[in-house]
C-alpha cells in the first residue's frame, strides 16, 4: 500500500532534521492525555485480544491523508485504534461519537491483504539479494523506495515474525526471519545522496537471490 504514510525519497517536505540520539533519556509524553493512546491500544492488543499490532500500524494508513499529516503521533494511535474498536465490534460509531462529544473522523475501509508465500530457504548474511517489485493492496512493510533494489545481508532475526501483510488484515500469518538489508543510498537516492548505507529490515517474502 503506497499511504501518506510511506514518505522515504518523496520530494516536497524539505530536508529532515536530524540529530544523532545521546544517552539521556527523555518523557516519553509531552501531554498529560498522551498515555491514553497506549491505554486503548493495549487494551484492544492484549487484554481484549481484539486486533494485532499490525492492524493498528495498517488502521493508521488508513487515515485520511490531511489528516494523518495534521495529527501528533499519538493521535494517530488513538484515531486508528478507535477505527479498529468499531470495525471489530467492540462499540459503535454513535457510541464513540457520544463519548467524544461530537465528530470522530475514522480510518478509511481496507481491503483484505494477502498470505505469505510458501517456505524457502533462508538467507545468509553476506547474500546479495533483490527487493521484490510488487504493489501491495493493502498493509506492507516494503517501503517503496526499495522495491526491486539490490542490497546485501547483513544480519538475519533469531526470531520470526508474522508476515505483516496478512496479519495486518487479521488474517492467519506464517511466521518468518527477518533481515536487516544493506543498500548503498546512491542507489536509492540517486547519485546527489550522501555516499552511505541505508540499512532496512525486511521480512523473507519481500526478498529474493540477486543473479550473479
Known amino acids: 500500500m503506497d499511504g501518506i504514510h510511506d514518505l522515504g525519497g ?6 529532515v532534521p536530524h540529530r544523532i540520539n545521546s ?16 491505554g486503548l491500544l493495549f487494551l484492544g492488543a492484549d487484554r481484549l485480544r481484539t486486533f494485532n499490532v499490525d492492524e493498528l500500524r495498517h488502521a493508521i494508513e488508513r487515515m485520511e491523508p490531511r489528516q494523518y499529516l495534521a495529527a501528533p503521533y499519538y493521535d494517530r494511535i488513538v484515531v486508528g485504534t478507535a477505527s479498529l474498536y468499531v470495525e ?6 454513535a457510541e464513540l461519537e457520544e463519548l467524544a462529544g461530537g465528530a470522530f473522523p475514522l480510518a478509511r475501509p481496507q481491503t483484505e491483504g494477502r498470505a505469505a508465500g510458501s517456505p524457502r530457504p533462508h538467507f545468509e548474511v553476506g547474500d546479495e539479494v533483490v527487493v521484490t517489485r510488487e504493489f501491495v493492496r493493502g498493509h506492507t512493510r516494503m517501503p ?3 522495491r526491486g533494489k539490490r542490497g546485501t545481508i547483513v544480519h538475519r532475526t533469531s526470531v520470526e515474525w508474522p508476515f505483516p501483510d ?4 487479521g488474517r492467519e500469518a ?3 526471519p527477518t533481515y536487516h538489508v544493506s543498500f548503498d543510498a546512491r542507489d536509492l537516492w540517486g547519485e546527489t545522496a550522501e555516499v552511505s548505507a541505508v540499512v532496512v529490515d525486511l521480512w523473507e517474502g519481500y526478498l529474493e537471490k540477486a543473479d550473479e
Open 88 to 93: 471489530k465490534g467492540v462499540l459503535t460509531q
Open 144 to 146: 517503496k523506495y526499495v
Open 166 to 169: 496478512a496479519a495486518g488484515h
Open 10 to 15: 518523496t520530494n516536497g517536505f524539505g530536508t
Open 174 to 176: 506464517r511466521r518468518q
Open 23 to 38: 544517552l539521556t533519556y527523555k518523557p516519553v509524553f509531552h501531554e498529560p492525555w498522551e498515555h491514553l493512546a497506549y
